[in-house]
Structures are given as structure tokens and as C-alpha cells.
């Protein structure tokens, strides 16, 4: 696995034991390869070799460059089972239980890259939402002619009172600054098995609040349609990062707050740990 990571003046690219520092690295140029794994080769070639004593930073930004992110909803029991939930007493709950067994995914706009935070970058609640959650979700890099090539943790950080209370409200409750978080670095190599765990622990006050794993056996669709979906009549000509849906939902009675720390643990891929502004 090769893992890429975004640091202030320069990027660090890792593979296996090995660490180069690379001072003009182009993000935009690896979405836009039709090989991306060639263009991190070259940049190890043309990189420095750094100790791996480099990588062990509490801060990085966001793995991207001018990439739109988007996010796929409802495709675990779990989102759907929630979902269903908050949004019964608005009559909203039908749209959710039908998009789960649709052949039509939901497919949302998430955020620009000057919304994103990258890891150990302060996620954010809105002021106008009273029940909010994070969303570990595994995150893909695809570039701009449609195939992955890479994979990260993202956390589409939502407000569960807006959504629930209208479907139509969506928009508000998924985008606003600081509500999606991704990284710590985009990692290309083989797609993570059904196996691959999501683990999310939220702390407070130093103690556990709520913790909680799933795996990607859970998740319903296929990578392939979801990003096929996206892609349908739509051009990305940076690539786009397209996060795949959450398979962990507090209970009811959970909801952020300032000063939470949410740390995302993807099996291969590292841990992305944002605190709540
Ligand atoms: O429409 C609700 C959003 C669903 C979502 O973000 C998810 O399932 O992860
Ligand atoms: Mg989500």
C-alpha cells in the first residue's frame, strides 16, 4: 500500500518502510492521471528520502486537491434503520426504506475542499441543529475517467435534527463548514476486502461515549455502482472523492458536542481524529 499524506509545504508518500518528502506535489495531477499509481512513482523517484519519524505529525489537511466530495447514504441496514427513525414523524421515512432497495442509489453533494478538515483539524456542529453525529465512512479517490484508484476515512459529520425533521432539508443538515473531515492520507494498493473493519470511538471528557465497528460486509452496494451512479452524465474533470455511506448510528439519545474527539479507524488505512470545535 502506498499512502500519500498533505502536509503545509510538502507531501510525504510512504511505501512500506520507506518515506519520501516531495516539496511541489500536484493532488489535482494524480486525480486526473489515467495511471495515478505512475505519477506517485515518479514522485518517489524525484522525492527525498525522509525517516518515517516524519509521517508521526498530529496534523495533516485533507488528502485532495480540487476535488468536489460527494457521499452515497442508506447503504448499510444500519443508516437505513436510523434514518427511518428520526424521520417517521414528518412522513419522511417511506423515501429512506424505498432508496435502500432502489437500484438507484442516494447520491449527495457533500463539500468543497475549504469545508474539508483533514485529520486533527476541528470538526464542526451547526448552531441551528440540536442532535448531531459523526459518520465514519470509507472514502474513494476516483479520477477524472471513473475508475478508483484509491481509497481514506471520511466522517460526514450530520445534523440528525434538520434531516429528520424534512428530507428536503438535507442539504443543511450535511453541508455547512467543518462537516466532513477526511484522511489521514489517501492510500493506493488493493480495494480493502468485505472484511475490512470501521471502528469509531467517540470520547468525552477523556472517557469512552460511544464506540462501535462494523465491516464492509455490511455495506449493500457494490464501489463500482455507486461510483457508476456519480458518473452517470456528469464530468469530474479533477476526479472526484465520493464517500460510501455510514454502517455506525449512535443511539437516539447520542449527540456531539463541543469538545468531543471522534476517532475513525479503517483496517489498512489508518485513523482519521478530528476534535469537535
Ligand atoms: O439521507 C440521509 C443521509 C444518509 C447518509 O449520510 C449515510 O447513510 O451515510
Ligand atoms: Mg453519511
Redesign the pocket.
Known sequence: MIKVYRGKESILISDGEQVYEHASFSFDQLFRASNPKTVLEDAMREGTPVSAEALNKPNWLPPMGNQEVW?A????FR?REA?MEESEDAGGDVF?DMVYEADRP?LFFKATPARTRGHGAPICIRKDSTWDVP?P?LTLAINSQGKIFGYTIGD?V?SRSI?GEN?LY?PQA?VYCGSCAIGPALCLGEPPSKDTGINLTIRRNGEVAFEDRTTLHQLKRSLEELVDFLYRDNEFPDGALLMT??GIVPSTEFTLQSGDVVTITIDGLGTLENAVA
Open positions: 457521499a447514504g442508506v447503504t448499510y443508516s434514518r429512506y442516494e459518520e465512512e460526514d450530520s434531516e428530507p438535507l450535511k455511506g455510514t
